[in-house]
């Protein structure tokens, strides 16, 4: 059973504000029905520069990710 997981939205378009994040949500949504104890996180946005992304990924198994939704 997955106890910990993150949310990671992607993209220039998220960061900047001219696209609004919708998915997050709906993902967050899915992973409570799914196992209601589980703690997800939903991150800051980040930039679609690959070494950012992989750095944000890094973060999140250290901080004890067992999933990774980008």
Do not use: H, Q, W
């Not at 609004?20 to 997800?40: N, Q």
């Not at 939903?42 to 679609?48: E, H, I, K, Q, S």
């Amino acid at each position: 059973m997955i106890t910990r997981a993150f949310i990671i939205p992607t993209g220039d378009e998220i960061k900047n504000g001219t696209v609004l994040d919708l998915d997050s949500a709906r993902v967050l949504e899915s992973l409570v029905k799914l196992s209601p104890e589980m703690v997800v996180t939903r991150l800051a946005p980040v930039v679609d520069v690959e070494a950012n992304i992989v750095g944000t990924m890094e973060s999140c198994l250290d901080a004890g990710a067992e999933l990774i939704v980008l």
